[in-house]
């Protein structure tokens, strides 16, 4: 059993890379092109993939540590699983106060062909990383990985909002729908940050 423990987190550690990999490239690209058309939605998103990148980071080690020595990921696990809901939570002043702002100015969501590019990929890209953090979680019960797979989950949604957004604003001018989209993803996102913390705190207990 503890055999097949230690493979579930070495592959989980593999699909760990991969999402270091993917949101490496999602957070400069965001960033990149939201500076070029001054897009916020486009700046947000790539917040979120600082978010994203640096959950994955802490996942990361502590996957590295319960593979090489069992004792010394579960002594680690209560931190990292403290570290993963906290990220998780900071997505809901960084969405919202994007949203605030854009509201209060009356900035329109921008166009962008290198946005919607990078918003599709997300949105092919992102359920198979949500899909396999949360698998592999469940099987190995390791909680980092599923808190994780909660901020997967939220930046799908994200692009799938971000996608819909630019593609509309590059036919038409809706802005309100990007406002709409914008206040689905912060509820999923409250949502979300309060489960990871009643199961980080009940494991505690």
């Known amino acids: 059993m503890k055999a097949d423990v230690q493979v579930l987190l070495k592959t989980g550690l593999r699909v760990e890379y991969a999402s270091l990999a993917w949101m490496t490239v999602e957070c400069v690209v965001s960033i990149y092109s939201g500076l070029v058309v001054w897009s916020l939605a486009l700046l947000a998103f790539g917040g979120d993939s600082v978010i994203e990148l640096l959950s994955s980071f802490a996942v990361v080690q502590h996957l590295r540590g319960t593979a090489r020595a069992p004792t010394q990921g579960t002594h680690d696990e209560g931190r990292t699983e403290w570290v993963t809901a906290m990220l998780l939570i900071s997505l809901i002043p960084i969405i919202g106060s994007v949203a605030i702002y854009?509201?209060?100015?009356?900035?329109?969501?921008?166009?962008?062909?290198?946005?919607?590019?990078?918003?599709?990929?997300?949105?092919?890209?992102?359920?198979?990383?949500?899909?396999?953090?949360?698998?592999?979680?469940?099987l190995c019960n390791c909680l980092p990985l599923e808190i994780d797979a909660s901020e997967s989950a939220t930046c799908f949604l994200m692009s799938l909002a971000l996608l819909i957004g630019l593609v509309i604003n590059?036919?038409?001018?809706?802005?309100?729908?990007?406002?709409?989209?914008?206040?689905?993803?912060?509820?999923?996102?409250?949502k979300e940050a309060t489960h990871s913390i009643r199961e980080v705190s009940a494991k505690r207990h």
């Open 102 to 138: 854009s509201i209060l100015t009356g900035i329109r969501p921008e166009a962008s062909l290198l946005g919607i590019g990078v918003a599709l990929s997300a949105v092919i890209i992102m359920p198979i990383l949500w899909y396999q953090k949360k698998r592999i979680g469940k």
């Open 170 to 190: 590059y036919f038409l001018t809706l802005p309100w729908i990007d406002y709409l989209v914008t206040l689905i993803i912060l509820i999923f996102v409250a």
